[in-house]
């Protein structure tokens, strides 16, 4: 496993955690029939940084990106292919 994929493990545990502690504090709430206002500061610290971990790991785990520039050297077709290179 790669450094990326395990911090977007973790990051995807510290959303669920946070949604997790957001239906408990909901629930709390609706026991001492108090008004909800929000979710907590530390909830929501949670949901940052499960935010930021998840976007880490999407950039890094893929690999390395394509250029999407039509003449670059990747977009184009090796001379020995037998079907005709046609442009989407």
Same mark, same amino acid.
């Given at each position: 496993?790669?450094?990326?994929?395990? @911090?977007? @493990?973790?990051g995807v #545990?510290? #959303?669920?955690?946070?949604?997790?502690?957001?239906?408990?504090?909901?629930?709390?709430?609706?026991?001492? &029939?108090?008004?909800?206002?929000? !979710? =907590?500061?530390? @909830?929501?610290?949670?949901?940052?940084?499960?935010?930021?971990?998840?976007?880490?790991?999407? #950039?890094? @785990?893929?690999?390395?990106f394509q250029?999407?520039?039509?003449?670059? &050297? &990747?977009?184009? %077709?090796p001379r020995? %292919? %037998?079907? !005709?290179?046609? =442009?989407?």
């Open positions: 496993m790669s450094l990326g994929f395990t @911090v977007g @493990v973790i #545990l510290f #959303l669920a955690h946070a949604a997790y502690s957001t239906i408990q504090y909901r629930g709390l709430l609706k026991i001492t &029939e108090e008004e909800f206002s929000g !979710p =907590p500061m530390n @909830v929501i610290f949670e949901l940052i940084l499960g935010l930021l971990l998840c976007m880490y790991a999407g #950039l890094t @785990v893929p690999g390395k250029s999407i520039h039509p003449d670059s &050297e &990747e977009n184009r %077709c020995y %292919c %037998c079907i !005709p290179c046609l =442009p989407y």
